[in-house]
């Protein structure tokens, strides 16, 4: 268990922890479906909700050592890291050029 934060996501402050990504239902009612992206910004077959992690304090996960799996598998640097600074860092060069400095790819 990594008790260290991964120096990309210290400069970040949690843009994947500041927001949940849902999948939309493939065949699901087109209400269900504008319901939701209504609640949040439409990303292919996905919509991202504005719900922070009630964890997340001032860029930081307050409960690091007992974080979820799901949040110690993700991958610092992967497709959905990226697609989380995108979305949620309007000034998004610093992050992924620090990202890409570190040739960060550990979990969080
Ligand atoms: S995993 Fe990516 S999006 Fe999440 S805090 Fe780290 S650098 Fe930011
Ligand atoms: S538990 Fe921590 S690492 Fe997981 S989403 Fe919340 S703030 Fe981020």
Request: overall charge positive; aromatic content about 2%.
């Amino acid at each position: 268990m990594s008790a260290k934060m991964n120096p990309a996501c210290k400069a970040c402050g949690g843009a994947c922890c500041s927001s949940l990504v849902m999948s939309l239902p493939v065949d699901g009612p087109a209400d269900l479906v504008q319901w939701l992206t209504l609640r949040g910004k439409r990303e292919a077959n996905s919509v991202r909700l504005n719900v922070p992690c009630s964890a997340l304090e001032d860029g930081k996960c307050s409960i690091h050592l007992m974080r979820p799996q799901n949040c110690r598998d993700y991958k610092v640097g992967g497709p959905q890291c990226i697609a989380a600074i995108n979305a949620l860092r309007p000034n998004n060069a610093p992050y992924l050029k620090r990202l890409a400095r570190e040739h960060q790819t550990g979990a969080t």
